[in-house]
Protein backbone atom coordinates (compact mmCIF):
# COMPACT_ATOMS: atom_id res chain seq x y z
CA UNK A 1 0.00 0.00 0.00
CA UNK A 2 1.57 3.37 -1.40
CA UNK A 3 1.98 6.29 0.73
CA UNK A 4 3.07 9.88 -0.62
CA UNK A 5 4.53 11.72 2.40
CA UNK A 6 6.57 9.40 5.11
CA UNK A 7 6.10 9.88 8.54
CA UNK A 8 7.87 13.33 8.86
CA UNK A 9 5.45 14.45 6.63
CA UNK A 10 8.27 14.93 3.50
CA UNK A 11 7.24 13.59 0.24
CA UNK A 12 8.50 9.89 0.28
CA UNK A 13 11.59 9.05 -1.48
CA UNK A 14 9.92 5.74 -2.97
CA UNK A 15 5.91 4.79 -2.26
CA UNK A 16 6.31 1.91 0.37
CA UNK A 17 7.43 2.81 3.75
CA UNK A 18 9.03 -0.63 5.75
CA UNK A 19 7.18 1.20 8.83
CA UNK A 20 3.69 1.91 7.06
CA UNK A 21 3.43 -1.39 6.14
CA UNK A 22 3.87 -2.66 9.55
CA UNK A 23 1.28 -0.27 10.93
CA UNK A 24 -1.17 -1.14 8.05
CA UNK A 25 -0.88 -5.31 8.91
CA UNK A 26 -0.98 -4.67 12.63
CA UNK A 27 -4.21 -2.40 11.98
CA UNK A 28 -5.65 -4.67 9.84
CA UNK A 29 -5.24 -7.50 12.29
CA UNK A 30 -6.52 -5.56 15.25
CA UNK A 31 -9.38 -4.30 13.28
CA UNK A 32 -9.94 -8.37 11.97
CA UNK A 33 -10.26 -8.80 15.88
CA UNK A 34 -12.61 -6.21 16.55
CA UNK A 35 -14.99 -7.45 13.60
CA UNK A 36 -15.14 -10.84 14.96
CA UNK A 37 -15.59 -9.74 18.29
CA UNK A 38 -18.90 -7.34 16.76
CA UNK A 39 -17.39 -4.59 17.52
CA UNK A 40 -17.37 -2.93 14.52
CA UNK A 41 -19.47 -3.73 11.19
CA UNK A 42 -16.24 -4.81 9.50
CA UNK A 43 -15.07 -7.90 7.02
CA UNK A 44 -12.76 -10.09 9.25
CA UNK A 45 -11.94 -11.88 6.59
CA UNK A 46 -11.13 -8.76 4.38
CA UNK A 47 -9.21 -7.37 6.39
CA UNK A 48 -7.16 -10.55 7.04
CA UNK A 49 -6.78 -11.00 3.26
CA UNK A 50 -5.27 -7.21 3.20
CA UNK A 51 -2.91 -7.80 6.15
CA UNK A 52 -1.46 -11.21 4.29
CA UNK A 53 -1.28 -9.08 0.97
CA UNK A 54 0.89 -6.44 2.90
CA UNK A 55 2.80 -8.98 4.99
CA UNK A 56 3.85 -10.79 1.42
CA UNK A 57 4.78 -7.61 -0.04
CA UNK A 58 6.95 -6.93 2.83
CA UNK A 59 8.56 -10.20 2.84
CA UNK A 60 9.51 -9.88 -0.75
CA UNK A 61 10.41 -6.49 -1.23
CA UNK A 62 11.62 -4.44 2.10
CA UNK A 63 12.65 -7.37 4.16
CA UNK A 64 15.16 -9.99 4.63
CA UNK A 65 17.91 -11.51 6.66
CA UNK A 66 20.50 -8.90 6.37
CA UNK A 67 18.44 -5.85 6.74
CA UNK A 68 15.02 -4.64 6.19
CA UNK A 69 15.05 -1.75 3.47
CA UNK A 70 13.75 1.78 4.54
CA UNK A 71 11.66 1.85 1.22
CA UNK A 72 11.65 0.66 -1.80
CA UNK A 73 9.06 1.11 -5.39
CA UNK A 74 8.35 -2.60 -5.41
CA UNK A 75 10.91 -2.97 -8.39
CA UNK A 76 15.12 -1.99 -7.89
CA UNK A 77 14.54 0.48 -5.43
CA UNK A 78 15.64 -0.45 -1.49
CA UNK A 79 16.97 2.66 0.42
CA UNK A 80 18.60 2.32 3.92
CA UNK A 81 17.77 4.51 6.03
CA UNK A 82 15.74 4.59 9.54
CA UNK A 83 13.95 7.17 10.97
CA UNK A 84 13.00 8.55 14.57
CA UNK A 85 9.55 8.32 13.51
CA UNK A 86 9.57 5.02 12.53
CA UNK A 87 7.90 3.56 15.65
CA UNK A 88 6.35 0.22 13.83
CA UNK A 89 9.84 -0.98 13.32
CA UNK A 90 10.92 -0.73 17.03
CA UNK A 91 7.56 -2.26 17.75
CA UNK A 92 7.75 -4.90 15.48
CA UNK A 93 8.17 -7.77 18.11
CA UNK A 94 5.80 -6.30 20.26
CA UNK A 95 3.33 -6.00 17.96
CA UNK A 96 3.57 -10.26 16.91
CA UNK A 97 5.28 -8.88 13.39
CA UNK A 98 8.54 -11.17 14.02
CA UNK A 99 10.38 -12.44 17.02
CA UNK A 100 12.80 -10.44 19.23
CA UNK A 101 15.44 -12.53 17.65
CA UNK A 102 14.92 -11.91 13.74
CA UNK A 103 18.00 -11.53 11.95
CA UNK A 104 16.16 -8.89 9.34
CA UNK A 105 15.28 -6.83 12.26
CA UNK A 106 18.46 -7.04 14.46
CA UNK A 107 20.18 -5.97 11.76
CA UNK A 108 17.44 -2.85 11.14
CA UNK A 109 18.01 -1.76 14.43
CA UNK A 110 22.01 -1.90 14.39
CA UNK A 111 21.71 0.06 11.55
CA UNK A 112 19.72 2.54 12.57
CA UNK A 113 21.74 3.37 15.55
CA UNK A 114 24.98 3.00 13.51
CA UNK A 115 27.12 6.03 12.11
CA UNK A 116 25.88 4.65 8.68
CA UNK A 117 21.92 5.37 9.51
CA UNK A 118 22.27 9.42 7.58
CA UNK A 119 19.53 10.22 10.73
CA UNK A 120 22.18 8.79 13.27
CA UNK A 121 23.94 11.82 14.97
CA UNK A 122 27.23 11.50 16.54
CA UNK A 123 28.08 13.53 19.85
CA UNK A 124 28.42 13.93 23.20
CA UNK A 125 24.53 13.15 23.72
CA UNK A 126 24.31 10.82 20.01
CA UNK A 127 20.84 9.16 19.43
CA UNK A 128 18.64 8.49 16.34
CA UNK A 129 16.99 11.04 14.77
CA UNK A 130 15.80 12.65 11.33
CA UNK A 131 17.10 14.40 8.25
CA UNK A 132 13.59 16.33 8.66
CA UNK A 133 14.81 17.94 11.95
CA UNK A 134 18.96 17.71 12.79
CA UNK A 135 19.88 16.67 16.40
CA UNK A 136 18.61 13.50 18.36
CA UNK A 137 15.17 12.84 18.62
CA UNK A 138 13.05 11.69 21.42
CA UNK A 139 11.70 9.87 19.53
CA UNK A 140 14.74 8.05 19.00
CA UNK A 141 15.77 7.62 22.52
CA UNK A 142 11.89 6.04 22.91
CA UNK A 143 12.77 3.72 20.35
CA UNK A 144 15.69 2.59 21.91
CA UNK A 145 14.09 2.29 25.32
CA UNK A 146 11.81 0.10 23.41
CA UNK A 147 14.64 -2.21 21.23
CA UNK A 148 16.51 -2.75 25.32
CA UNK A 149 12.91 -3.57 26.79
CA UNK A 150 12.29 -5.92 23.73
CA UNK A 151 15.64 -7.85 23.97
CA UNK A 152 16.13 -7.43 27.99
CA UNK A 153 18.74 -4.89 27.80
CA UNK A 154 17.97 -3.19 31.04
CA UNK A 155 21.07 -1.15 31.72
CA UNK A 156 20.16 0.22 27.99
CA UNK A 157 16.38 0.98 29.01
CA UNK A 158 17.60 2.76 32.45
CA UNK A 159 20.05 5.01 29.70
CA UNK A 160 17.28 5.77 27.34
CA UNK A 161 14.87 7.14 30.12
CA UNK A 162 17.80 8.89 31.42
CA UNK A 163 18.30 10.82 28.54
CA UNK A 164 14.48 11.75 28.16
CA UNK A 165 15.05 12.70 31.32
CA UNK A 166 18.01 14.77 30.65
CA UNK A 167 16.57 16.96 27.96
CA UNK A 168 12.86 17.08 28.94
CA UNK A 169 11.63 20.36 29.56
CA UNK A 170 10.96 21.70 33.19
CA UNK A 171 7.51 20.23 33.49
CA UNK A 172 8.18 17.19 32.11
CA UNK A 173 7.37 17.86 28.48
CA UNK A 174 9.91 16.58 25.34
CA UNK A 175 11.38 18.54 22.62
CA UNK A 176 11.25 17.05 18.86
CA UNK A 177 15.10 17.11 18.54
CA UNK A 178 17.62 18.48 21.00
CA UNK A 179 21.40 19.45 20.79
CA UNK A 180 23.84 16.47 20.65
CA UNK A 181 26.58 18.49 21.89
CA UNK A 182 27.35 21.48 24.72
CA UNK A 183 24.42 22.92 26.30
CA UNK A 184 21.32 21.55 26.12
CA UNK A 185 18.84 23.22 23.15
CA UNK A 186 15.92 22.10 22.30
CA UNK A 187 13.18 21.95 19.20
CA UNK A 188 9.80 22.47 19.15
CA UNK A 189 8.04 22.31 22.71
CA UNK A 190 4.57 21.26 21.39
CA UNK A 191 5.75 17.91 20.16
CA UNK A 192 3.53 16.11 22.39
CA UNK A 193 3.97 12.74 20.31
CA UNK A 194 6.92 11.21 22.44
CA UNK A 195 5.34 11.96 25.78
CA UNK A 196 2.30 10.10 24.93
CA UNK A 197 3.50 6.90 23.00
CA UNK A 198 6.26 7.29 26.01
CA UNK A 199 3.49 7.00 28.24
CA UNK A 200 1.47 4.45 26.96
CA UNK A 201 4.48 2.39 26.43
CA UNK A 202 5.40 2.28 30.11
CA UNK A 203 2.10 1.45 31.61
CA UNK A 204 1.97 -0.94 29.40
CA UNK A 205 4.89 -2.67 29.85
CA UNK A 206 4.23 -2.70 33.51
CA UNK A 207 1.22 -3.99 33.15
CA UNK A 208 2.63 -6.88 31.37
CA UNK A 209 4.95 -7.36 34.10
CA UNK A 210 2.68 -7.21 36.39
CA UNK A 211 0.71 -9.84 34.76
CA UNK A 212 3.44 -12.16 34.47
CA UNK A 213 4.34 -11.87 38.72
CA UNK A 214 0.21 -12.19 38.73
CA UNK A 215 0.76 -15.97 37.34
CA UNK A 216 4.28 -16.82 39.17
CA UNK A 217 2.27 -16.08 42.60
CA UNK A 218 -0.67 -18.41 41.30
CA UNK A 219 1.83 -21.11 40.47
CA UNK A 220 3.38 -21.24 44.31
Not at 88 to 105: H, I, K, M, S
Not at 129 to 153: C, E, F, K, M, N
Request: charged share 20%.
Amino acid sequence: IATAENAADDPATAPFIAASQILLWYCAARLAEMAEAGAVALDAGELRRVGSMVRAAFDTHLGGPDRWAYATDGARTRIAYHDANDLPVALAPVWGFCNPDDRGWRATIDFAFSDANPAFVAGHRPGLGSVHTPGPWTLGDLQAWIVARVIGDDAGADAAVERLHEVAFFDGMLPEAYAPTGPIQRVRRWFAWPGAALAALRMLDADRRQDGLRRLRASR
